[in-house]
């Protein structure tokens, strides 16, 4: 059936004389190291209150009609306290972004981090935690107000049994620096598809440390078994 579909999509594509998505593996992109020091240089500028607001002007957005090309996949916490685009001071285009309670991976995340970096040519994956985290506050209550949140709270506790496996304090930050660690062994383990490209095309992975206090966001190394 996959292959009936692929057949017909390729001859879809080839009739309205467009590029198949799936074909679309080498699009010229900023390298990871590159990317990983744009995201620093803009979050330089946001702690110093001194962000340029980049693509944001009508050009932009036109110039976004004709497709995207992020230079990075972010999955983050959807508090709304961590909006990607201002503390990384970036603009349309610039970041794709994965955001849900206490950044859970699951399925639908890492289909989506495949499109980003696969079909969008991305070469830099971000997992991002944050200080004060809700659904790590919730984890650690032990209190799980509906069917739904108990979903997520089941997602994090692996990283508290990290902590006291390390040997470390059960609190928020502790917590939340090892569940970003647990959501890249996770993803590195479960997609082999992901993992092998990542090889072939130079694609890196950085788990990542937001700080609501200061505005600054602290790229972690990767820990020994990852």
């Known amino acids: 059936m996959k292959k009936i579909i692929y057949s017909l999509g390729l001859t879809l594509a080839l009739t309205l ?3 198949p998505i799936w074909a679309n ?15 620093k240089d803009g979050n330089k500028r946001f702690i110093k209150f001194q962000s340029k607001h980049p693509d944001e002007t009508k050009e932009r957005r036109n110039e976004m009609l004709k497709g995207q090309h992020p230079f990075v996949v972010i999955l983050s916490c959807s508090d709304s306290r961590v909006p990607l685009e ?3 001071d970036q603009g349309l285009g610039d970041l794709f972004e994965i955001k849900n309670a206490g950044n859970v991976l699951d399925e639908h995340v890492i289909g989506s981090i495949e499109y980003a970096v696969m079909h969008c040519g991305v070469k830099l994956i971000v997992i991002m ?6 659904a790590i506050a919730a984890t650690l ?15 994090i506790k692996p990283a508290i049994e990290d902590c006291k496996k ?3 304090e059960i609190n928020s930050d502790n917590v939340v620096k090892a ?3 647990q959501d890249i062994r996770e993803l590195l383990n479960q997609d082999s598809d992901l993992v092998k490209y990542m090889k072939d095309h130079d694609v890196k992975i ?7 206090d200061t505005g600054k966001v602290d790229f972690l190394k990767l820990e020994n078994n990852i």
């Open 17 to 19: 004389n467009i590029n």
């Open 141 to 155: 209550s032990g209190v799980s107000e509906t069917k739904y949140i108990q979903a997520l709270e089941d997602s």
């Open 25 to 39: 593996h080498n699009i010229e992109n900023l390298s990871s190291k590159e990317a990983l020091q744009k995201l």
């Open 206 to 212: 950085v788990p990542a440390y937001y700080h609501l």
């Open 129 to 134: 935690g944050h200080q004060d985290c809700g």
């Open 179 to 181: 569940h970003v660690m």
């Open 166 to 168: 390390e040997g470390l």
């Open 86 to 88: 201002i503390i990384f």
